[in-house]
């Protein structure tokens, strides 16, 4: 029996976010007296790392300016998790099921691969109970960003599964071109940041439309999920 590896973005994919995002980035941007990007443009960067992130916000800008919108973007984040909890950070329908379900085979490990820090990881891990469920994590903190292939790289590593069975589930074309970049399929959902013919324009196999179609998908690459 071969394993095979379902990595998932977590903000916009598991993880519906973007009112924690938005309001974290307008605190950042509002802590130095800069008036905030465009709801629209803040959504259009999640799952890059918050350097490169703000550098695409704002082109050019100077590195202390920069670094101290990276810190006042994590620092805002973190209050507002302490004063909202997981009511900022909910799951999407049906991908806690859909979690447990795929968890429960034999075959099948679970990986993440996230432009999260790893303080904001743990912190999602310990808020969902769901840190048993998977068996590779990949971080901000130890690679380049996405669509740089490290994270899916070191998944593949960490768990001995070899390129034609694994996958990526994601909502932007960084998590898409991530998968190409790592030569594994990719695949897109259409309830996050990105627009689906943005993400099929990247190369994803398929687009689902909700967290229910996952397992037929898995099976249609596979023979079996």
Not at 46 to 66: K, N, Y
Request: with cysteine; charged share 20%.
């Amino acid at each position: 029996m071969s394993l095979k590896l379902v990595i998932f973005d977590v903000d916009g994919t598991l993880i519906d976010s973007q009112a924690h995002i938005v309001a974290s980035m307008n605190g950042a941007f509002e802590g130095l007296g800069l008036t905030p990007p465009a709801r629209e443009a803040t959504l259009s960067i999640v799952g890059l790392s918050l350097p490169v992130a703000i550098d695409r916000l704002v082109p050019g800008m100077d590195a202390a300016t920069q670094s101290a919108l990276v810190e006042g973007y994590k620092n805002s984040f973190m209050r507002l998790r302490v004063e909202n909890g997981a009511a900022l950070s909910p799951f999407y329908p049906g991908a806690r099921e859909m979690l447990d379900r795929l968890a429960g085979e034999d075959e099948l490990l679970l990986g993440i691969a996230t432009g999260k820090s790893r303080r904001g990881m743990e912190h999602l891990f310990d808020m969902h109970g769901i840190r048993p469920l998977f068996q590779t994590v990949q971080v901000a903190d130890d690679h380049p960003s996405k669509p740089h292939p490290a994270m899916i790289e070191a998944c593949l590593a960490e768990t001995g599964v070899d390129t034609s069975h694994a996958v990526i589930l994601g909502d932007t074309v960084f998590d898409i071109e991530m998968g190409r970049n790592a030569g594994i399929q990719a695949i897109g959902v259409s309830w996050g940041y990105h627009p689906v013919e943005d993400l099929q324009a990247a190369g994803a196999e398929r687009v689902l439309g909700e967290f229910g179609q996952l397992a037929e998908a898995l099976n249609e690459i596979w023979g079996t999920a």
